[in-house]
């Protein structure tokens, strides 16, 4: 089977930066995804990375290392509107479908 | 908008009854999904469709579950004789392989279910 660990709940102040880690055992590798879920909406998508390495796209960077089976979400410059659960999601190797995480809830303070 | 619709975004039922919800995928995506969210829990995966398909469907799933998309654009996933325990969050995505490598999937605004 697959497994996704991410940590249930972070809080951080407003201005700084947060990582958020996730982890995984899959059978395979094909890519991961990090989703954005604000409460009672449905997940937006903020990244892809399928080769080791950091993915910037403005105050939102991803880092993938597949041989320790790591990844993580990293926020700059943290706004309040960034309060939100962040969904680690992976694709296994083949034709397997996407396993999501139970997701990380942020809580951003001023 | 072009995004991914879903219908209705409410739904309240009394136990034993049956339910459907609907799901209009992006136009161009040949590949749609259902999942099923409860309070602080990731998406669970229901099942999936390529083009009109259904290639794959969670064990997890009973036999009350049954999902279509016949002409291979809308789908409907209908929920048979409700329980309390399928009150969740219903939520819809679609992607394309054809056009999108990374086959990211895109998500619907979901239907919440609560069941009486």
Request: proline content about 4%; hydrophobic content about 30%.
């Amino acid at each position: 089977g697959q497994n996704i660990d991410q940590p249930t709940e972070m809080t951080a102040t407003e201005g700084a930066i947060v990582q958020i880690n996730c982890t995984y055992q899959t059978s395979g590798f094909n890519g991961l995804f990090w989703y954005q879920q604000h409460a009672g909406e449905a997940p937006t998508f903020l990244s892809y990375n399928v080769l080791d390495g950091l993915e910037e796209k403005g105050r939102f960077s991803s880092f993938l290392s597949r041989s320790k089976g790591y990844s993580y979400l990293l926020l700059k410059e943290l706004q309040m509107k960034d309060s939100a659960s962040y969904l680690c999601a992976v694709i296994p190797g083949g034709y397997q479908k996407v396993t999501f995480g139970t997701g990380t809830k942020l809580q951003v303070i001023p | 908008d072009t995004g991914v619709s879903q219908d209705p975004r409410h739904k309240i039922t009394k136990r034993g009854q049956n339910v459907t919800f609907r799901c209009d995928p992006i136009s161009e995506h040949n590949r749609l999904y259902w999942y099923r969210q409860t309070l602080g829990q990731g998406p669970e995966f229901l099942t999936y469709f390529q083009n009109e398909a259904q290639l794959e469907k969670s064990r997890l799933l009973s036999d009350r579950f049954s999902a279509e998309r016949p002409k291979g654009s809308f789908s409907t996933l209908e929920i048979q004789r409700t329980e309390q325990g399928d009150s969740a969050m219903y939520l819809c995505a679609s992607s394309s392989f054809e056009a999108d490598s990374t086959d990211t999937q895109y998500f619907g605004p979901g239907t919440r279910l609560t069941v009486l």
